[in-house]
């Protein structure tokens, strides 16, 4: 299975074909995925990409992370599975707030 990273601070003007471009020299590029403002369609700086094996991943991280991209400095790291949403707001569903 392969290993997903983030990658942040993406210039405006990357694609997922650049992003892979720049990634596959570390190995099998499995997907790319540029995280985009869903009004606008203009991308938001940052996406994730998976590599094929996790040394490949590391690698990745290791060479990637802090290199220069069309003049971004790109913050590569492993990605962190997203907390699952409860459904509520910052509160926790808690209510009130007034004073007593």
């Given at each position: 299975?392969?290993?997903?990273?983030?990658?942040?601070?993406?210039?405006?003007?990357?694609?997922?074909?650049?992003?892979?471009?720049?990634?596959?020299?570390?190995?099998?590029?499995?997907?790319?995925?540029?995280?985009?403002d869903?009004?606008?369609?203009?991308?938001?700086?940052?996406?994730?990409?998976?590599?094929?094996t996790?040394?490949?991943?590391a690698?990745?991280?290791?060479?990637?992370?802090?290199?220069?991209?069309?003049?971004?400095?790109?913050?590569?790291?492993?990605a962190?599975?997203?907390?699952?949403?409860?459904?509520?707001?910052?509160?926790?569903?808690?209510?009130?707030?007034?004073?007593?």
């Open positions: 299975m392969g290993k997903k990273l983030y990658v942040g601070n993406l210039p405006f003007s990357a694609t997922e074909d650049s992003v892979k471009e720049a990634f596959e020299q570390f190995g099998t590029v499995e997907s790319v995925t540029i995280i985009t869903r009004d606008t369609g203009r991308s938001k700086g940052f996406g994730f990409l998976e590599l094929a996790p040394q490949e991943a690698n990745a991280v290791t060479r990637m992370n802090g290199s220069d991209m069309d003049g971004r400095t790109l913050k590569v790291s492993e962190v599975a997203k907390a699952p949403h409860d459904g509520f707001g910052a509160d926790r569903g808690r209510s009130g707030g007034g004073r007593r």
